[in-house]
């Protein structure tokens, strides 16, 4: 099974910082990555998929990058919208794994 | 489009069977996507649970495979998810997603897109 992990396990930002989060693979997954994002009692939404596409909707200033076994999502100009937290997810092979996730909060 | 609604008890006891339904509206289960079970418990991350093809075709987390069995009925547009023996470690909240799949630079690369609103399920006596 692929391990996914993700760096900081919590981050403390301001409105308009640049943030990133990176995510390890424990094997070579191409860019087979995804990027989500969980608000407090509500369900993921996809914001990235194969590493880099912004998935239909997703404001701009997420962007993803990286292939094999590093990725990393970063956030251009933080918004008092994205106080999140962020998971990582490999679709290269079953059984689909997540990362630990990263919480993003207010500084 | 498409919309996910999971359904089922809230509240299952320790050694019971834990079973929830995932109703798909605006689109076809028939469609060329898996359809996936997410778990959530409390504080904690997502966990993934597996997944069914209209075709019946599944994929299961190891660490669950010998508890889990998922099912998808055509005639109702719905798939299903039954965790046996439950215990207090299985208390989450749980998710039903799509899978889909978009062509990037010739290559297939896939991705839950569509989620429900997820159900609380507690393991307790």
């Known amino acids: 099974d692929i391990q996914m992990t993700q760096s900081p396990s919590s981050l403390s930002a301001s409105v308009g910082d640049r943030v990133t989060i990176t995510c390890r693979a424990s094997?070579?997954?191409?860019?087979?990555l995804n990027w989500y994002q969980q608000k407090p009692g509500k369900a993921p939404k996809l914001l990235i998929y194969a590493a880099s596409s912004l998935q239909s909707g997703v404001p701009s200033r997420f962007s993803g990058s990286g292939s094999g076994t590093d990725f990393t999502l970063t956030i251009s100009s933080l918004q008092p919208e994205d106080f999140a937290t962020y998971y990582c997810?490999?679709?290269?092979?079953?059984?689909?794994?997540f990362g630990q996730g990263t919480k993003l909060e207010i500084k | 489009q498409v919309q996910l609604q999971e359904s089922g008890p809230g509240l299952v006891k320790p050694s019971g069977t834990l079973s929830l339904t995932c109703a798909v509206s605006g689109g076809s289960i028939s469609s060329s996507n898996w359809w996936s079970w997410v778990r959530q418990p409390p504080g904690k991350g997502l966990e993934w649970i597996g997944e069914i093809y209209h075709s019946g075709s599944t994929n299961y987390n190891p660490s669950l495979k010998s508890r889990v069995t998922i099912s998808v009925d055509k005639s109702k547009n719905q798939f299903s998810l039954k965790l046996s023996s439950v215990t207090a470690a299985d208390t989450a909240v749980y998710y039903c997603?799509?899978?889909?799949?978009?062509?990037?630079?010739?290559?297939?690369?896939?991705?839950?897109?569509?989620w429900g609103k997820g159900t609380t399920v507690t393991v307790s006596s």
């Open positions: 997603a799509r899978e889909d799949g978009r062509a990037v630079a010739g290559t297939d690369y896939y991705y839950m897109d569509v």
């Open positions: 997810q490999q679709s290269y092979s079953t059984p689909r794994s």
């Open positions: 094997q070579s997954i191409s860019s087979y």
